[in-house]
């Protein structure tokens, strides 16, 4: 009888997290083209900003990084999606594609249709990669509560943050938030730092549906 109630106080301390599970596609698909406001112009359809900080929806670049990404924007064959290589972090998250999540009590895996990409999140404390570069970094999950906390580092610098040519450069580092706001949509949220970039962080939401 001992065992049985203790097991019973085990089982209703563990802590319960959602589950995200399922098939996952960004809300809001103008992010994929632009992260910032834009109007409609050939193969790029309108959208708003789903830049949330700093206010007013633009990216916060450093004097003379604006035109890099306008250069990048010029010279559209550059995309790193358009050569099959992966999308990277954040820009994963929201492409025009679905997604697909699983997760058990050690890992989050995320499942991207485009290139086939992989994302593997441990969940259990371990430390990260050292000395390691990828196009979607090395993720380290946590959990506060009903989120699912991501860190991500050693991503490679390579990645655009959309089809317009926006970048996070060499060096950046993501923090990333999950949440289900209903049992049908998952509320996506990074902020992302690279001083060597951007004159201060700034965050991106968008609905998963």
Excluded at 52 to 68: A, C, F, N, T, V
Excluded at 140 to 152: A, F, I, Q, S, Y
């Amino acid at each position: 009888i001992v065992f049985v109630c203790t097991s019973l106080s085990w089982a209703q301390a563990k802590p319960a997290h959602p589950d995200f599970s399922g098939i996952w596609m960004a809300g809001t698909l103008s992010a994929a083209f632009n992260v910032e406001e834009h109007g409609a112009s050939y193969g790029t359809p309108a959208g708003p900003s789903v830049i949330i900080d700093p206010p007013g929806g633009k990216l916060p670049y450093l004097p003379g990084m604006r035109e890099r990404a306008l250069d990048n924007d010029a010279h559209r064959e550059r995309d790193p999606v358009g050569q099959c290589h992966m999308h990277g972090v954040p820009r994963v998250m929201f492409p025009p594609f679905p997604l697909e999540i699983a997760h058990d009590g050690e890992y989050v895996i995320i499942l991207a249709e485009t290139e086939h990409g992989v994302r593997i999140i441990p969940t259990d404390g371990r430390p990260f990669l050292q000395n390691y570069s990828s196009w979607n970094g090395d993720s380290r999950g946590h959990w506060e509560g009903d989120t699912l906390v991501v860190e991500v580092r050693g991503l490679n610098g390579k990645g655009w943050l959309d089809q317009a040519g926006n970048f996070v450069g060499e060096g950046a580092s993501v923090k990333e938030r999950f949440r289900l706001t209903d049992k049908d949509t998952l509320e996506y949220q990074a902020t992302v730092e690279n001083p060597k970039v951007f004159s201060r962080p700034f965050t991106v939401r968008v609905p998963l549906r």
